[in-house]
């Protein structure tokens, strides 16, 4: 960074703690127009409430905040939005039954005579404004109906329209494919050169050191390194954020013999988005499932979970016995326990403990003639997050104020809890750090390495080779390929998600 540059944005001494334990400690940080800035550390290092502060949704303990020169000891949300501060999160929190025209527009939106709503020149300035953007999206279409990456270029896009001056991206990839992430990269990159601070946090290192000129390093609610992100390398990255080096390569599970299958599909199609399915998967087996958005890796999960249960034509046996799963209730009772994607909307009860989330899945091995037993309860809850380095190891917390990680490793959690036979998991370390992602597939190789089968649907193409057996690459609704993950590089599976020719990759 030139030394010349203003400065868009500076923190100075802010420091936060909930419940009497640092969040944050002491941290100075500043970005300069015009640069893109990079901001990682582990799950609970202090990333989530620090943009939180910058942003105005939290206020700080102590210090301050300097935007465009104006010093603030703590910034609401309207604060932060007129001082030039805007915040896309992985996912946006815009209006899904509006337009994209009116989500860029909303609480600014051209008015007629009487104040009547000008709908024909607020697209056309929304059309304006895209192209100024080169983002080529339909204005008048209901934003509910788009997908993820499209949501996210309009959270930009309103930003723009909003002349933010610092923009806060918050793991805006997580739920990207690579052909989406790279096209975000370019947008960014441009709104820099554009004169635009842009502060960047994910857990996907090589994406921080592509984009970022500098990054900031968390350990621990402190801050621990600023580097420039041309002389930065991963593994440095890596010993700064966790304290310690991590080997390189993740260890791969020995291979294993095939034994009996304990999941059958035959013929399986369902609304949802499947066409025909049929698999086997044995015991003690770890599969991996991917494919480009909409192909029917998530739908396949939801089948087996007992989410998608309606009008499914086919036929499924678990343990050869008969599996239709009327309900997610009723796939637990079988032994089938499904860990979503969505934690908040379909996982956790965020107003509950992490005690309570743990062991909402198997209460009646906590119960007596009714009766909760909560000393087992919190036992349980203290051992698993032991198990899990679940980080504050505090069962009384209430979830929501855990870091994304933490709130995945809580959801393991309860699934390893309740003594599943077969795990099914949707992107199982999405939003988590480096060394959270190890143990988390450590956990999922060692109960499977005990029996139980493990389903996972993935778009982390490192993840899929690293911890699957087999790889199905499924397309509308039906598996296209399968593969062996021994010898197979990212590059090759990306071109196997990709192609539109059915082979064969053994």
């Not at 500076?10 to 400690?25: C, E, I, M, N, Y």
């Not at 991917?290 to 999960?301: K, S």
Request: aromatic residues 4%; without cysteine.
């Amino acid at each position: 960074m030139n030394s010349a540059t203003p400065l868009a944005i500076q923190v100075q001494s802010v420091t936060k703690s909930f419940l009497g334990q640092r969040a944050l400690d002491d941290i100075d940080f500043e970005v300069a127009r015009g640069e893109v800035h990079g901001l990682v550390g582990k799950n609970g290092a202090g990333k989530s409430t620090f943009m939180k502060i910058l942003s105005g949704a939290q206020p700080p303990d102590s210090g301050q905040i300097i935007v465009g020169g104006t010093a603030f000891k703590a910034l609401n949300p309207a604060e932060g939005r007129a001082a030039g501060i805007a915040i896309v999160y992985q996912n946006p929190e815009l209006h899904l039954d509006l337009s994209v025209a009116a989500n860029i527009f909303l609480g600014a939106e051209p008015r007629k005579g009487f104040g009547v709503l000008d709908d024909k020149a607020m697209a056309a300035r929304a059309t304006e404004l895209l192209a100024r953007l080169g983002l080529d999206l339909p204005v008048n279409k209901r934003l509910g109906d788009l997908d993820i990456a499209d949501r996210q270029q309009v959270a930009i896009a309103k930003a723009v329209r909003e002349k933010a001056h610092v923009l806060l991206l918050d793991e805006p990839t997580a739920a990207l494919n690579k052909a989406q992430a790279e096209f975000l990269f370019r947008l960014i990159r441009d709104l820099a050169r554009q004169g635009m601070a842009i502060v960047y946090v994910s857990h996907h290192l090589d994406e921080v050191l592509a984009i970022s000129d500098r990054i900031t390093v968390l350990r621990n609610g402190r801050k621990v390194a600023v580097v420039e992100g041309k002389s930065a390398d991963k593994d440095g990255l890596i010993s700064m954020i966790v304290g310690r080096t991590l080997d390189a390569v993740e260890t791969h599970r020995t291979p294993r013999s095939r034994t009996d299958p304990f999941l059958i599909m035959e013929s399986v199609s369902s609304p949802g988005g499947l066409d025909n399915v049929s698999l086997e998967v044995a015991k003690g087996e770890i599969v991996g499932v991917t494919g480009l958005i909409g192909g029917g890796a998530n739908a396949l999960a939801a089948v087996i979970g007992g989410l998608d249960h309606r009008d499914l034509s086919g036929r499924m046996t678990l343990g050869g016995e008969p599996y239709a799963p009327r309900a997610v209730r009723e796939a637990i009772a079988r032994g089938v326990l499904f860990i979503p994607e969505d934690m908040r909307g379909r996982g956790l009860v965020m107003g509950l403990s992490i005690a309570k989330n743990i062991s909402l899945a198997a209460l009646r091995s906590l119960s007596k003639l009714g009766w909760l037993k909560l000393a087992k309860e919190t036992g349980v809850a203290t051992e698993m997050s032991e198990r899990l380095d679940l980080n504050p190891r505090v069962p009384s917390r209430e979830v929501r104020f855990l870091s994304g990680g933490n709130q995945r490793k809580a959801l393991l959690g309860r699934a390893i809890f309740a003594d599943g036979r077969l795990f099914v998991l949707e992107e199982p370390t999405q939003g988590v750090d480096v060394e959270s992602q190890r143990q988390i597939h450590d956990h999922l190789r060692s109960l499977a390495d005990k029996g139980a089968t493990v389903v996972f649907v993935s778009t982390d193409l490192e993840e899929l080779i690293a911890l699957a057996d087999r790889i199905l690459v499924l397309r509308a609704g039906r598996i296209e390929q399968e593969l062996s993950p021994a010898g197979l590089d990212p590059q090759q599976l990306l071109a196997a998600i990709q192609t539109q020719s059915a082979r064969s990759v053994n």
